[in-house]
């Protein structure tokens, strides 16, 4: 998982609640990712930044808000907006946005619904 | 459409036997390829990955992979199986022209003693 971190490794959201997942990673990398993982179906990308203060929507980023306001730091929030949140969320980061960098992944974040 | 497929839900080795995860994809042009492994309630690590040259490459714990254009494949391979390698293994691919990683639904490879 090298060095980038999530918290909090479970986390329980009730009907109507907005939470935020963290990610933090020290490798100095510039582009950070956040996934979501479903069982059976692999991962899909939600929202990606390849520089401070500028992200762009994955593949499935509806009900979903993320910030760049630090190189380390890239918050994902679940908005109530998201209906069907319970999933195991994945960050992960590279040393730049080109294309053939590797992305390193953090040890994922569980979110389950109340 | 771009996508990745592993055909095998769950591949079922026996320790000390070759093992061979399969992988195809249907991306345009000459795009990225990369395998990772998941433990149980862990991330994913990176294992190998192919951008150009020799069609073999090899990866992490004695894993490698071999490209094959004209098939549009790219199985992850290793000579001798390892109990401790039963994990659930994904291939990813990225296109040159894009950012996001397509990762197939992964295969979940159960080594027995």
């Known amino acids: 998982d090298g060095g980038i971190t999530q918290s909090p490794k479970y986390l329980f959201r009730k009907e109507g609640q907005n939470v935020t997942l963290s990610c933090e990673q020290n490798?100095?990398?510039?582009?950070m990712y956040w996934y979501r993982q479903d069982p059976g179906q692999g991962l899909r990308l939600i929202y990606y930044?390849?520089?401070?203060?500028?992200?762009q929507k994955g593949d499935i980023a509806e009900g979903y808000s993320v910030s760049r306001e630090k190189k380390e730091s890239f918050p994902l929030t679940v908005t109530s907006a998201q209906k069907n949140p319970t999933a195991f969320y994945l960050c992960?980061?590279?040393?730049?946005?080109?294309?053939?960098?590797?992305?390193?992944f953090g040890p994922g974040t569980r979110l389950l619904v109340l | 459409a771009q996508s990745v497929a592993q055909p095998e839900d769950q591949v079922n080795v026996a320790e000390g036997n070759p093992l061979t995860v399969k992988c195809t994809y249907s991306v345009s042009g000459n795009p990225y390829l990369f395998w990772y492994v998941q433990y149980p309630n862990r991330g994913l690590q990176f294992l190998l990955k192919y951008i150009t040259g020799d069609n073999l490459v090899k990866g992490s714990y004695g894993f490698e992979a071999e490209f094959n254009k004209s098939q549009t494949s790219f199985h992850l391979k290793k000579p001798s199986a390892l109990v401790s390698d039963s994990a659930l293994y994904f291939c990813a691919v990225r296109p040159r022209s894009g950012y996001a990683l397509n990762f197939g639904k992964g295969t979940s490879l159960l080594v027995t003693p």
């Open positions: 490798l100095n990398h510039d582009a």
């Open positions: 930044s390849h520089i401070v203060n500028d992200f």
């Open positions: 992960a980061s590279s040393s730049s946005g080109g294309n053939s960098e590797t992305q390193y």
